[in-house]
């Protein structure tokens, strides 16, 4: 380790940046599992928006729908 950080006292895995006061996590194991459980989140997310929308566009097909029998019963 540089002399550019300092270790976090009882946090093994942590240092902090001289400069900048930053903590910085060293575990390598930490970080893979914070990446992969941003993946998984962000793709979560994007699974949800695609539900929204899908719910959007079938409450349109609805209204359509009952708008067009509507339209028909009135004739």
Do not use: F
Request: charged share 30%.
């Amino acid at each position: 380790m540089s002399n550019k950080y300092i270790p976090v006292d009882g946090h093994a895995g942590l240092v902090r940046h001289k400069a900048s006061g930053a903590i910085i996590n060293t575990n390598s194991k930490d970080i893979a599992q914070s990446r992969n459980r941003k993946k998984i989140w962000k793709e979560q997310q994007a699974e949800l928006e695609e539900l929204r929308n899908d719910v959007a566009m079938m409450k349109n097909m609805m209204q359509q729908i009952l708008e067009d029998k509507d339209g028909s019963n009135s004739n």
